[in-house]
Nanobody, 126 residues
Framework: QVQLVESGGGLVQAGDSLRLSCAAS????????MAWFRQAPGRQREFVAA????????SSADSVKGRFTMSRDNAKNVVSLQMNSLKPEDTAVYYC???????????????????WGQGTQVTVSS
């Protein structure tokens, strides 16, 4: 049974930084693409960033490019999202997700991910 547990969310001011973590258990963590998505109130869940199984390549949404950095530690079964220069529009519940199959690319749609965490709230005040 694959389980993903996010942590690190909180209330910060615009311009601050936060680091989110996602701890994975069950399955073979190191074989899969991992991703972060977010969902703001009243909006659909949207892609934030993804990382290959090795951590060698990442992809991120234009809205966070240059501010957010995704990384992974396969020895610890953890993925992280370093968020700098936070803006009020970054306010959302952030979810980590694991790809449905080994060999998938850096997908940006929800249907490419089979396992999801419960989410962690990030609130950025102006």
């Amino acid at each position: 049974q694959v389980q993903l547990v996010e942590s690190g969310g909180g209330l910060v001011q615009a311009g601050d930084s936060l680091r989110l973590s996602c701890a994975a258990s069950g399955g073979t963590f190191s074989s899969y693409v991992m991703a972060w998505f977010r969902q703001a109130p009243g909006r659909q869940r949207e892609f934030v960033a993804a990382i290959t199984w090795s951590g060698g390549t990442t992809s991120s949404a234009d809205s966070v490019k240059g501010r957010f950095t995704m990384s992974r530690d396969n020895a610890k079964n953890v993925v992280s999202l370093q968020m700098n220069s936070l803006k009020p529009e970054d306010t959302a519940v952030y979810y980590c997700a694991r790809a449905s199959r080994v060999g998938y690319g850096l997908g940006r749609t929800e249907r490419e991910y089979a396992y999801w965490g419960q989410g962690t709230q990030v609130t950025v005040s102006s």
